[in-house]
């Protein structure tokens, strides 16, 4: 065991995603923590803390209900339902446990959540431990996030879980929008406040307040989180709801139920940080004003709070220049997948109200020349696409789809199979080889795969067949270099849901790259339910084909069905051709109008 957790510290530092450990210390002017007020280093919850500790000692000594921290922690609640202008609060260890403990009180078998693609680690374990049916929605999409509404209309109770703002991107989401579709859809919200309280709203209260103090009715709201590890500069985190709802949650929520209470000097932390952060006007806005100038003299989106995701794109270059900026006595911190999509390694941002004008100026003087560079990076990613032909199983018909495609591309695009299987000395045996062979396209259209296994199997079987394994940090490296070069049309091995190692799944990479997919299947008996279940699996990762292509002979009643049922996809057959050449496949795509239906517009 300890060589296999070597060997994956290994796979890890490869693509350099290997955290130090122990972390290293604090380099210079804080640009990295949470603790967006300077509360962490406030006189007044110090005070705070030490005469806690000598009325009640350090330990809380037991779970809340068998009494740990009961007094200290009944003040820090209502101290903090007071502030949201809620009925009651819970207080919890930590924002992660009381993220875990609001899903899994509220969702269970036969209900569903709700969730958006990028929220924090934290509402995605909460979400799947929950039982409930999972629906990913694309971010900030509220047409995605109403359609998933209707599909779950079925379910006991649908639970949306959102961040209000983003932990890695600093966006707000449309509470207002969710809201009234919760309204009109009869849905409940949890609220993650985490990066919301303290900098907005009334007396900092958060984004939902903001918007309350607008006329918003937050019936719909059922719980908000607020962590006491940012804004409050101490730890912990509270459930804030109506009095019934909290109580439910206190006597069912296994992350709350199970776990020692906070301990009481952090509960007068709390308590005394809440006091005085509802008159920290002058820090709110000094923390807000810098993240603002931050943001505009780097030429970046005004954030909607006090994170400024400074994007760079590749792993490598995220850790060298955030190196850069702690040799510069700038303590700012690289942020690398999975924490982050695929492709957006960055530097997090964070402004604080303990931050001096002098330091601003030296942080956005040492990141000018990074940040035309990550312009220029930004640009040439998003011009970039990625087109994912995938399967529901092997044998499908991938390869002769993805050759059609590939006559179908204009220049720009190249043809790539990350990892190839059942490769032999044979051509036929060979999926690049073949689609060069059909295409009659040159060489340079196509890429060579990260890695060929003997064994017709999938990935991680034929690879373990020789002693070996796939690298997904390798392929991640090679698509970032083909994005570099122009648009990418790849082709997976086998059905979506095979793995590529023991962690990671086809659909866990298309996940984080997040391309646009062409989904391959059978026309014939039993499409519908292969087809059908690999979409809802790609939906659930809120991914969408652009496309359905149909192989075989063809079925009128199966393509009718997968129209109705997966309108406004388009739903294309490719009949089984007599000689499968360039100029048949070149007149199916004439004929189907793919050029028009998946590339231009796009194109280079």
């Not at 039982?131 to 509404?149: G, K, M, N, S, W």
């Not at 409050?232 to 709802?245: E, K, P, Q, R």
């Not at 495609?405 to 690049?432: C, I, Y």
Request: proline letters at 5%; charged letters at 25%; hydrophobic letters at 45%.
């Amino acid at each position: 065991m300890r060589d296999e957790l070597r060997s994956a510290l290994e796979r890890l530092e490869r693509a350099d995603r290997r955290r130090a450990w122990p972390p290293a210390a604090s380099a210079g002017a804080d640009f990295s923590s949470n603790d967006y007020l300077g509360f962490a280093r406030r006189p007044e919850l110090a005070d705070a803390m030490r005469d806690s500790i000598g009325r009640e000692g350090t330990g809380s000594r037991a779970a809340r209900l068998l009494g740990g921290s009961a007094d200290a922690a009944l003040r820090a609640e209502r101290a903090c339902a007071d502030w949201l202008r809620d009925e009651a609060a819970l207080l919890f260890p930590s924002g992660y446990q009381a993220n875990l403990g609001a899903v899994q009180a509220l969702a269970g078998r036969g209900d569903a959540v709700l969730s958006d693609a990028l929220n924090h680690a934290s509402i995605v374990d909460a979400a799947r431990l929950s039982r409930a049916h999972v629906e990913v929605h694309a971010h900030l999409d509220l047409d995605d996030l109403e359609r998933r509404l209707v599909r779950t209309r079925s379910a006991r109770r649908r639970v949306v879980v959102s961040e209000s703002v983003f932990s890695m991107d600093g966006d707000l989401a449309p509470i207002a929008g969710i809201v009234e579709l919760c309204e009109r859809h009869d849905a409940w919200l949890v609220l993650d406040e985490a990066h919301a309280a303290g900098l907005l709203g009334r007396e900092g209260a958060g984004a939902l307040d903001a918007l309350v103090a607008d006329g918003l009715d937050p019936r719909r709201v059922v719980l908000r989180v607020v962590t006491g590890g940012k804004s409050l500069g101490a730890s912990g985190a509270f459930l804030v709801g109506a009095v019934d709802t909290v109580e439910y949650v206190a006597n069912t929520a296994r992350a709350f139920v199970f776990t020692t209470a906070p301990p009481p000097a952090v509960c007068a932390a709390l308590e005394r940080a809440i006091e005085v952060a509802r008159g920290a006007e002058a820090e709110r806005e000094r923390a807000l004003a810098f993240a603002r100038t931050i943001a505009h003299d780097l030429g970046l989106e005004r954030p909607a709070a006090a994170i400024v995701p400074f994007v760079v794109g590749a792993d490598r270059e995220a850790v060298a220049l955030a190196r850069e900026m702690q040799e510069a006595a700038l303590d700012v911190r690289a942020v690398r997948p999975p924490t982050v999509p695929e492709g957006t390694a960055r530097l997090r941002i964070v402004a604080h109200a303990h931050n001096t004008d002098a330091e601003v100026r030296r942080l956005v003087d040492a990141l000018r020349g990074a940040a035309v560079r990550s312009k220029e990076t930004r640009g040439a990613r998003a011009a970039s696409r990625v087109l994912c032909v995938v399967g529901t199983d092997t044998d499908v018909g991938k390869t002769v789809v993805a050759s059609a495609l590939a006559l179908a591309a204009p220049p720009g695009w190249r043809s790539w199979k990350p990892v190839q299987t059942g490769a032999t000395e044979s051509e036929g045996d060979d999926d690049t080889r073949t689609c060069k062979c059909l295409t009659q396209l040159p060489d340079e259209r196509f890429a060579e795969p990260v890695a060929r296994f003997a064994l017709p199997a999938s990935p991680h079987e034929a690879a373990a067949a020789e002693g070996a394994r796939v690298d997904v940090a390798e392929i991640d490296r090679a698509l970032a270099e083909l994005r570099g070069d122009g648009h990418v049309l790849a082709e997976l091995a086998g059905g979506l849901l095979v793995p590529y190692d023991d962690a990671t799944t086809q659909a866990d990479w298309l996940a984080r790259v997040r391309p646009e997919i062409v989904l391959v299947a059978r026309s014939g008996l039993g499409t519908l339910n292969h087809t059908l279940l690999t979409v809802e699996a790609l939906e659930r990762r809120a991914l969408r084909p652009r496309a359905v292509v149909l192989v075989g002979e063809p079925h009128p009643s199966n393509a009718a069905t997968l129209r109705a049922r997966l309108a406004p996809v388009p739903v294309l057959e490719m009949p089984r051709f007599e000689r499968l050449d360039r100029d048949a496949l070149q007149e199916w795509v004439g004929a189907n109008g793919v050029r028009e239906l998946l590339f231009d517009g796009g194109a280079a």
